[in-house]
């Protein structure tokens, strides 16, 4: 069974639990190809699940806005965007939260949203039914799922057959990725250039897309010191892996071979990325790694240091915008993966050539800093979208250097339970067939390395 092939599996599959479990597992699969979209896979979905309305009834629209999101978080940049688009509405708007969640995120949530429904049912078609009837008291649906979250795509198409007039918009969080839920919607927010290079090529597509960018509170101007001592890198763990090409740790080691007084900051890093501790192993006392920190931690750290690396390969996160806006001299290199900010422009072939260059203070810089970045100009183009109005992407972030098949996943996938799981449920599939999909698509040779970490850790908590 190929993987391209899991579609046509889904659609054959009688057994509507097996359906969502393919459809699932094939959001999370098709990473080895250049796929973005499933738009005609979604329409026959949901007309397999169209049934389920029989003897619905049809709320009253009487409220304006719900924001969708699959899992919210306490950390990164998904969830905080949601809260920040909802204080820029004018209005009170609910959140519906279609799957696993952490009670302590949906109490911070409750201080942006006075109304927050959480679907809590395991049966599936008395989840999908469950939103269903939630969102169709509202007008417009923003949502924020996760690219697998096929349930909560079923459900807002089936809204739209009892209420075609509802009006349906997208954050493309995971703009770089494939991502279920275009066939239901009217807008595509786009937050970046790379996010922009793959709608370009989605064909035949009934939605339109309007430019939103990412929104951080600007203050005041920059203020820059003259010296580069200390300095901070910080984002997801994922961003900050080498590849064949691009390394920031072997740029930071050249950097830190050149001058002994620099210092880093790692924030976001787990203690299995293995790919620091070369470095760590190598300058002991000059680097920090840490997971995560509390916010105001987190500020403390940045307020005692005078330069900022952003993530590479992959670059983009609020983390190197917000650090700049904070006096942080911007540092980068060039990535395989940005066009998320004009900072962009400061990106050099080395950390080296990033330092000694003056562009980080332009006021061209800064102006385009504001234009996209601005909570006033986001909550601007957010407003107009909200009203069927459009922007296009700005002119600073279109000069990005993007790999495109950065993402496309090379070689078989490490084990995944979870995934394991999915495939186990699957009615229509042999138990060879099962175990032969596993073995052809599966690597385990992480396994035994994992259960050592795992064990070490255990055994140091003791």
């Not at 950390?75 to 009170?92: A, F, I, N, Q, V």
């Not at 984002?235 to 620099?262: V, W």
């Not at 070689?411 to 052809?440: A, E, P, Q, T």
């Not at 385990?444 to 003791?462: G, T």
Request: net charge positive; charged share 25%; proline share 3%.
């Amino acid at each position: 069974m190929n993987i391209l092939d899991l579609p046509n599996l889904a659609l054959i599959e009688t057994d509507l639990e097996s359906k969502i479990a393919i459809a699932e597992l094939y959001a999370e699969l098709v990473l080895k190809y250049p796929v973005y979209q499933a738009i005609d896979f979604e329409k026959k979905l949901i007309e397999d699940f169209s049934h389920i309305l029989e003897g619905f009834n049809q709320k009253k629209v009487d409220r304006d806005i719900c924001h969708v999101i699959s899992t919210p978080y306490l950390t990164g940049g998904h969830t905080r965007l949601c809260e920040k688009l909802s204080t820029m509405e004018g209005k009170e708007s609910s959140l519906l939260v279609t799957r696993d969640y952490d009670k302590e995120v949906v109490d911070r949530l409750s201080s942006f949203f006075p109304v927050i429904k959480c679907i809590n049912t395991n049966a599936l078609v008395d989840s999908i039914l469950e939103m269903v009837e939630f969102m169709s008291s509202y007008s417009k649906l923003v949502l924020h799922i996760h690219p697998d979250d096929i349930k909560s795509v079923i459900a807002v198409g089936l809204l739209r057959k009892v209420n075609p007039e509802i009006k349906v918009l997208f954050v493309n969080h995971a703009d770089h990725l494939f991502s279920y839920g275009r066939s239901v919607i009217d807008i595509m927010l786009d937050i970046s250039f790379r996010g922009f290079c793959i709608e370009s090529k989605i064909e035949n597509k009934e939605y339109v897309n309007s430019f939103l960018g990412i929104p951080v509170e600007v203050n005041k101007r920059p203020a820059f010191g003259g010296n580069v001592k200390n300095l901070i890198i910080a984002g997801s763990s994922y961003k900050m892996k080498p590849n064949d090409r691009t390394s920031i740790q072997r740029e930071i080691a050249h950097l830190f071979s050149l001058n002994e007084e620099y210092s880093l900051n790692v924030i976001g890093a787990k203690t299995t990325d293995y790919w620091w501790w070369p470095l760590k192993l190598k300058f002991p006392n000059r680097i920090k790694i840490r997971k995560t920190l509390p916010y105001n931690e987190y500020m403390d750290i940045v307020k005692k240091c005078d330069a900022c690396i952003d993530t590479s390969p992959i670059g983009g996160g609020t983390a190197f915008v917000e650090m700049y806006l904070n006096s942080l001299r911007p540092v980068a290199i060039f990535s395989d993966a940005c066009g998320y900010t004009p900072l962009d422009t400061v990106r050099k072939n080395t950390l080296l050539e990033s330092i000694n260059s003056d562009e980080y203070s332009s006021d061209s810089l800064f102006r385009s800093v504001l234009r996209v970045h601005s909570s006033a100009v986001v909550k601007e183009r957010y407003l107009d979208a909200l009203n069927m109005k459009f922007h296009s992407i700005d002119s600073s972030l279109v000069t990005s250097r993007n790999d495109m098949n950065l993402f496309i996943k090379r070689g078989k996938f490490d084990y995944d339970f979870s995934h394991f799981r999915k495939i186990w449920l699957i009615k229509s599939f042999s138990l060879v067939g099962k175990v032969k999909f596993i073995f052809i698509n599966y690597s385990f040779i992480k396994l035994p390395f994992k259960l050592c970490m795992k064990l070490s850790k255990v055994v140091i908590n003791k």
